[in-house]
């Protein structure tokens, strides 16, 4: 895992950012208060079977695409979460979802251009899978380009589940970095980072989605959190 540094951004997107929907926003400032730990990668089929094998997580399937090294997939918000409380118990290490905020705060690792990198397209295929590169699936982790924080795949390869239900906008969204339960759709959960199967829009550091929690898809995955003592 890497830590990520406690700090502040602005979230959401500007309303002139190319490929932006309403959703994004209105653009706020969020304050990281203390640093955590974030899963260099998608946690991946390696990671997800072990699971599987020790009782805790359902079999899924990997669309013929290969385990290993790729990303989980096929797996529900409620899949994610008990990953996560599996890997808790079994290493006595507080892990979970990221917060949403927390989410776009790793992935954007102190820019505020479209992407990690920048705005240019052109060079979305040196950090991302994504429909102009990947085959049509997902793809192994780590194999591009990280971002500033260390982090590889925050755009594309797969979405990624977060902790907070959906919210139409950012209207009255905490400032705090936390997850924003207050008002929100508990049945439709937010996931972030677009996949292997969409285009530059999608995979924006500020994009987002808010699939039923009980999506299982091909598209969609995850990483995690962990809480660092003492900090």
């Known amino acids: 895992m890497v830590v990520v540094p406690a700090g502040k951004f602005t979230m959401g997107s500007p309303s002139n950012e190319a490929g932006r929907s309403s959703g994004e926003g209105p653009q706020h400032e969020v304050t ?17 079977d072990v699971c599987v094998a020790a009782g805790a997580c359902r079999e899924t399937r990997d669309n013929t695409w290969g385990r290993g090294d790729r990303p989980a997939i096929n797996v529900s918000w409620d899949d994610a979460k008990r990953y996560a ?105 937010v996931v972030r980072s677009g996949s292997w199967y969409y285009d530059s829009k999608n995979l924006r550091s500020a994009s987002r989605s808010g699939p039923p929690s009980g999506l299982r898809d091909g598209n969609v995955g995850f990483r995690l959190a962990r809480v660092l003592t003492g900090c």
């Open 32 to 48: 990281i208060a203390s640093p955590f730990a974030v899963s260099k990668t998608e946690v991946t089929f390696e990671q997800w």
């Open 85 to 189: 409380a599996w890997l808790s118990r079994n290493t006595g290490r507080e892990y979970r979802l990221l917060s949403e905020a927390e989410w776009e705060y790793a992935a954007r690792a102190g820019s505020q251009t479209r992407f990690s990198f920048g705005d240019d397209d052109s060079r979305l295929g040196l950090y991302a899978w994504y429909f102009g590169n990947s085959d049509r699936k997902s793809q192994p982790v780590g194999k591009k380009t990280a971002n500033a924080f260390g982090l590889h795949d925050m755009h594309g390869n797969v979405f990624e589940w977060v902790e907070d239900p959906w919210h139409d906008d950012y209207e009255g969204a905490p400032s705090d970095g936390s997850v924003w339960l207050k008002n929100g759709v508990p049945s439709r959960r």
